[in-house]
């Protein structure tokens, strides 16, 4: 299974950008996803999940009112979309793929992990 993220970037505080993941080598409808970040020094923390058909998602508090995690099953990618960026949101952000398709908020219940992708929010 491969994850490979794209969108990150950097960004003004106050800004938005659009992080998209596309999943090839295993029935993408079968998986939940996942985005999780790392800052420099700290834990891979989770962000946000969405279960195998999309109707049900969860948000770590952090993020909850600004971020949107959406997936196509038909294009296999899942997408976040992220605005009113805070300098506190820099981190490299992780794909990840749930084979049991509930999503999770632990990042050991992902199998499959993209690449990361870095995302930068300057004050």
């Known amino acids: 299974v491969q994850l490979v993220e794209s969108g990150g970037g950097l960004v003004q505080a106050g800004g938005a950008l659009r992080l998209s993941c596309a999943v090839s080598g295993r029935t993408f409808s079968n998986l939940a996803m996942g985005w999780f970040r790392q800052a420099p020094g700290k834990e891979r923390d989770f962000v946000t999940t969405i279960n195998w058909n999309g109707g049900r998602t969860y948000y770590a508090d952090s993020v909850k009112g600004r971020f949107t995690i959406s997936r196509d099953n038909a294009k296999n990618t899942v997408s976040l979309q992220m605005n009113s960026l805070k300098p506190e949101d820099t981190a490299v952000y992780y794909c990840?793929?749930?084979?049991?398709?509930?999503?999770?908020?632990?990042?050991?219940?992902?199998?499959?992990w993209g690449q990361g992708t870095q995302v930068t929010v300057s004050s």
């Open positions: 990840a793929a749930d084979v049991l398709g509930s999503g999770s908020y632990d990042y050991r219940d992902y199998e499959y």
